[in-house]
């Protein structure tokens, strides 16, 4: 099925970095969705965004919606060590009426020591 | 508050057998969703139920089913196992019957099913 496209699939950065990643679509979103998974565990609600050129913040977390409203970018300030897990993007496609959450392929995190 | 649980943490089963995995939403959530993510993809859209009724599917095959409680739990049920069902299957709760794009949806740690 349709999937959400995510930039980088892995990075491997230090502590103390700056992270970027995006997610970017055929189709037109509405909402974009960030969440994050940690190992074992269920994907967590990071950040919303309801309307296109949204930027929002939660801790050293900024996402944007893009302007085209087929993009979305999440940055992470200043990366610890509990940044680490992968994170995915997320929004509903409509099929023939009936919505669905898809989500994106996902970008692993990892920080070196 | 308790958040999403899900039960049996692990499942190991053989090919040709039958699962089934259960879910508790959050308190006052009436709808539950059910995704598959096998290793190293994304998470999949497997089925969602809202007021004991289902509501969407995903493009599974019918041998993936469920059903959702008068107390809004639910339960995944996946016959006629075949080796590529071995994922970790996710629920997800939320509020309301509305789109999702108003509907935040919490997960709960997931069941890790492995098919020999």
């Known amino acids: 099925g349709q999937q959400l496209n995510q930039s980088p699939q892995s990075m491997f950065i230090q502590e103390g970095e700056d992270v970027s990643m995006n997610c970017t679509s055929s189709s037109i979103f509405n909402t974009w969705l960030w969440y994050k998974q940690d190992p074992g565990e269920g994907p967590v609600l990071l950040i919303a965004?309801?309307?296109?050129?949204e930027l929002t913040s939660n801790g050293r977390l900024t996402a944007q919606f893009g302007i085209t409203r087929k993009d979305s970018f999440l940055n992470i300030s200043a990366s610890i060590p509990s940044d680490v897990g992968i994170y995915f993007c997320?929004?509903?496609?409509?099929?023939?009426?009936?919505?669905?959450?898809?989500f994106g392929t996902g970008t692993r995190l990892t920080i070196i020591p | 508050e308790a958040g999403v649980t899900q039960s049996p943490t692990h499942l190991i089963k053989t090919r040709g057998q039958q699962a089934t995995l259960r879910c508790s939403p959050i308190s006052g959530h009436t709808s539950v969703y059910w995704y598959q993510q096998a290793l190293g993809l994304g998470l999949q859209f497997l089925l969602w139920y809202d007021e004991g009724e289902e509501r969407n599917r995903g493009n599974f095959p019918p041998r993936f089913s469920g059903r959702q409680f008068p107390n809004y739990s639910s339960e995944l049920n996946v016959n006629a196992l075949e080796l590529e069902d071995s994922a970790l299957y996710l629920c997800?709760?939320?509020?309301?019957?509305?789109?999702?794009?108003?509907?935040?949806?919490?997960f709960g740690p997931g069941t890790r099913l492995t098919v020999l």
């Open positions: 997320a929004g509903p496609i409509s099929n023939f009426g009936n919505e669905k959450l898809t």
């Open positions: 965004l309801y309307k296109a050129g």
């Open positions: 997800a709760s939320s509020a309301g019957t509305r789109a999702y794009s108003t509907d935040t949806q919490y």
